[in-house]
């Protein structure tokens, strides 16, 4: 087997340990913020539309369902605070692509894929819409995305795209030895500040009219003869004609979503703001999101006061599926990622890492987000974003919505959302499962990106696991 470039090109353990010596297990983008408080839920209310989950498809469910009836009555119930957990957290990717990047979505349903390349696109013009339309402060920036290849087996992969970069062009754009090859996507993606997001949609939402209520856990979903839907809290309760389940990672209230998703971990690094002579060192000056081409790949990004968001790599999955605050902090990935920053960027060596925090993604075997409905259409779910639901949220809210209207519309009568994904198997063997298919494509990304047999097994049967 061979190495790769963060192996062959270690910094000093000395450089990584200095910069991780003051680092804070916190969430910047959730300190970065002041939040309001929403009140709990007590005693009995009615509503024509209860959302469950105060994350962006929550969120983004209750906006567009006042956006397109102003009159309808909207409650949305978040278990803890509005946009704590993945809306909160991540990397603040908003890319158009709705099947989890263009391979992924050929190689699943090859001729409908003009059609999610066009409404994933029209998604995120539309969401550049609503922030000029609400003045959303969230710090949008559409600079698209840079593709890099670290490895030589990797160019071959970008060279066929239209916007291709030689390892010249790509360290004219940014400065890294890294760097064998790139590809720009300037129009599919912008970034943006996760928390800000959150916030800012909920105070849209209130504004509209939706009563948001926080701290507020639903237990279950009760039905009655007439089709009316009650969600139950410790406290309160909220009786509803409609429901629109936005519970992300957390185990979903529809008993047959329970083994549809499993929790991965994905962990962060942020730096402190870099000086003018370190911005200059590293080019970066058209401030596109980064994404190597590995299996287990980085992501990175500036922020607009020019810290560094380095993350990825790891994927960490646990026995039993939990979802537990004590899996956020995990000393060795949090070394291994300071150390692939620093052969990244060794002009850097000296800078700091501010803070340090980490997240459950819901991961499913599509790679991308699947849609559904329950107790006779009244109940509507989207969940499975698989790390890149930040843009897609929007549209699986549209989905929902589409869904419980009963309406026929582009975004419901196709393959994508008409479909399932394959259902995770219980423990043990999720566990194993999960762990031999990380151990593999570690050993892809250190064989020149060639699958095994397990890779090549679970591709054939539309098991996902391809980035």
Known sequence: MGTTV?????????????????????????????????????????????????????????????????????ILIEASRIGWAASGRNGGFCESSLTHGYDNGASRWPDEMDLYERLGLQN????????????????????????????????????????????????????????????WD?????????????????RVATELGVEIFERSRVHGIESDRGGRQTVVTADGSVEAAHVALATNVFPSLLKRNRLMTVPVYDYVLMTEPLSDAQLTAIGWQNRQGISDSANQFHYYRLSADNRILFG????????????????????????????????????????????????AIDSCSRFCAFFGTARGGRVAYATGFTGLGVGATRFAADVMLDKLEGLKTERTENEMVRSRPIPFPPEPAASIGVNLVRASMDRADHNNGKRNLLLKALDAVGMGFDS
Do not use: C
């Open 312 to 359: 990825g790599y790891d994927a960490i999955y646990h026995y039993g599926g939990k979802v537990r605050a004590k899996y956020e902090d995990r000393p060795e990935t949090f070394q291994r990622l300071g150390s692939h920053f620093f052969t990244t960027f060794p002009q850097l060596e000296g800078l700091r890492f501010t803070h340090k925090w980490a997240g």
């Open 186 to 202: 300037k129009h599919g993606a912008a970034i943006l500040h996760p928390a800000k997001l959150a916030v800012e949609l909920a």
């Open 6 to 74: 963060f192996e062959r090109r270690q910094p000093a353990a000395s450089v990584v340990a200095r910069a991780l010596e003051n680092t804070q297990q916190s969430v910047f983008w959730l300190d970065d913020i002041a939040r309001p408080d929403y009140p709990m839920l007590r005693g009995a209310y009615s509503t024509d539309l209860v959302v469950v989950g105060g994350g962006y498809a929550g969120l983004w469910t209750a906006v567009r369902a006042k956006e397109r009836d102003p009159q309808r009555r909207v």
């Open 124 to 183: 995120l013009d539309e969401m550049q819409e609503t922030v000029a339309k609400y003045d959303l402060d969230v710090d949008w920036e559409r600079t698209g995305t840079l593709s890099v290849a670290t490895e030589p087996h990797q160019i071959e992969w970008l060279a066929e795209a239209a916007n291709f970069l030689n390892a010249e062009q790509i360290r004219a754009e940014v400065r890294s030895d890294t760097y064998l090859a790139g590809a």
